[in-house]
């Protein structure tokens, strides 16, 4: 069965065919980036606008791709929801239009559960059960993850997602957006001992969150330092601060999945989302990983921001499972706000 992904929740529009015999086939991604960084920030107007733009050159680009035309394509899989609502609705409407056109069904699929398979796209994937950390730029969850739809949430953040507070953060330093991999590659320069910045809730009993004091305090150093030195901020001072910025949130992120790993007594982590491209999380988990004898699964780099092999292959996870899962009904409706525990079980 071949199954076509459409994302277009946020800025990214992704397209990908996924086989359930041979594996993904192609995938094609348009990055709006450079557009909305002018902003600082996503437009919505501007982003659904230019899904429009992407998607059908997109998909001519994933079919040629593969080598297939749109007749061998049995099921269509987009992203219902969460997201941005214009931004969803291109998606959708594309998604529904193929299916009505080529009379095929289709899937709504939850943005997050894309997130949290895409670790299973990789050469050498996770079994279930695992723990699953979401870090992405709207969400950061702890999950123990029993299977495709089994998802249980363990905790999650209060209030900041993690790559969140890695824009806010690197917005203060003047990183530009998103500042992820800017703050990243800065803080490789800094001193590790120049700030320590707060761990917030690193001790707490629980398995939830909170990063915007962390933001707070980047910006209380930011302010004292330009007070200081009247003169900007120089770019040692950026790297220190970075340095301890990540530090900080890294930490965190990596006591709370030992923790929970302890407390579930499982043995294997998978990290989804942006953030989980972030190279200082990945040496520190798989250092623990090391030490604590627990395994560390992540997607591959490409995959760990949005993109349409997700999609793709979530809705071909649940149509193996269930193939009545996806129908011939087009009555396209988004779901901008979507919490992950009213998704379907399979
Ligand atoms: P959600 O999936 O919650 O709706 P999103 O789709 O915007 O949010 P993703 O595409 O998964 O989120 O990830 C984008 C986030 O990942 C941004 O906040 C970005 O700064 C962050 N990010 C990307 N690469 C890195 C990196 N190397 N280090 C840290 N953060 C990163
Ligand atoms: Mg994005
Ligand atoms: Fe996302």
């Given amino acids: 069965m071949i199954v ?18 041979h594996g993904l086939l192609s995938h094609a991604l348009y990055s709006q980036v450079a ?6 920030g996503v437009v919505p107007e501007l982003a659904s606008r230019d899904h429009i733009r992407r998607a059908i050159p997109l998909l001519t680009q994933t079919l040629e ?22 931004a969803l609705l291109v998606g959708s409407s594309v998604a529904c239009s193929l299916g009505l056109a080529l009379d095929k069904p289709v899937l709504g699929v939850h943005h997050l559960e894309g997130h949290l398979l895409s670790p299973l796209l990789a050469t050498q994937p996770p079994e279930f059960p695992f723990i699953a950390l979401l870090v992405s730029g709207g969400h950061t969850q702890l999950m123990r993850v029993d299977g495709v739809g089994q998802y249980t949430l363990l905790g999650e953040t ?3 997602a993690a790559g969140e507070a890695f824009d806010k953060s690197a917005k203060l330093l003047g990183l530009g957006y998103p500042g992820g991999p800017a703050i990243s590659r800065l803080a490789e320069f800094g001193d590790p001992a120049a700030y320590k910045l707060p761990r917030p809730m690193l001790h707490t009993k629980d398995f939830n969150f909170s990063f915007s004091g962390l933001k707070t ?3 209380t150093v930011v302010k004292n330092h330009e007070q200081k030195v009247v003169a900007n901020i120089c770019e040692q001072d950026k790297a220190n601060i970075a340095r301890g910025f990540i530090d900080a949130i890294v930490e965190v992120l990596t006591a709370k999945c030992v923790s929970a790993l302890k407390h ?14 972030n190279a200082q999380l990945r040496a520190s988990l798989n250092e623990a990983a090391a030490k604590k004898k627990f395994k560390v699964f992540y997607p591959e780099l490409e995959f760990c921001t949005d993109n349409g092999a997700m999609i793709a292959f979530a809705g071909a996870m649940r149509l193996m499972i269930n193939p009545d899962a996806a129908k011939k009904d087009y009555s396209f409706n988004v779901r901008p706000r979507w919490p992950l525990d009213e998704i379907k079980v399979v």
């Fill in 4 to 21: 076509l992904g459409v994302e277009s929740s946020c800025d990214e529009t992704g397209l990908a065919l996924y086989d359930t015999q």
């Fill in 158 to 160: 209060l209030d900041d």
């Fill in 217 to 219: 305090a980047v910006l």
């Fill in 65 to 86: 791709g593969a080598g297939k035309s749109l007749a061998d394509i049995d099921a269509i899989a987009y992203t219902q929801g969460p997201g941005l609502a214009g």
């Fill in 264 to 277: 579930t007594g499982l043995k294997r982590l998978v990290i989804a989302g942006g953030v989980g491209a």
């Fill in 35 to 40: 557009m909305h960084e002018e902003y600082g």
